[in-house]
């Protein structure tokens, strides 16, 4: 059973930054995308960023381009979520998920298998 925990998360004044990681564990597969997601209070979750297996391939939400880069290594089977110039709106739980496919990501909550406990992010003076 594929395992993934974040970390990273806390308190920050806009314009600040933060790194997010998630750590995964337990593979049955020889690969798998992850996603970064968020929900802010009230709001559905939202797919901010993914990247492939291989990590040849990203995405990032129109609300997020510019700011946040994701990464991976595979070596130490984590991704991470460098989130610069963070904004009070970026507020939210950001959680990250496993995909089962090798040369894509998908932004969609539906896609993803594996889902990590989330960690808070919240953005104010």
């Known amino acids: 059973q594929l395992q993934l925990v974040e970390s990273g998360g806390g308190l920050v004044q806009p314009g600040g930054s933060l790194r997010l990681s998630c750590a995964a564990s337990?593979?049955?597969?020889?690969?798998?995308?992850i996603g970064w997601f968020r929900q802010a209070p009230g709001k559905e979750r939202e797919g901010v960023s993914c990247v492939s297996s291989s990590g040849g391939r990203v995405y990032y939400a129109d609300s997020v381009k510019g700011r946040f880069t994701i990464s991976r290594d595979n070596a130490k089977n984590t991704v991470y979520l460098q989130m610069n110039s963070l904004k009070p709106e970026d507020t939210a739980v950001y959680y990250c998920?496993?995909?089962?496919?090798?040369?894509?990501?998908?932004?969609?909550?539906?896609?993803?298998?594996?889902w990590g406990q989330g960690t808070q992010v919240t953005v104010s003076s």
């Open positions: 998920a496993a995909d089962n496919r090798r040369y894509s990501c998908s932004a969609y909550v539906g896609e993803y298998d594996y």
């Open positions: 337990g593979f049955t597969e020889d690969y798998y995308a």
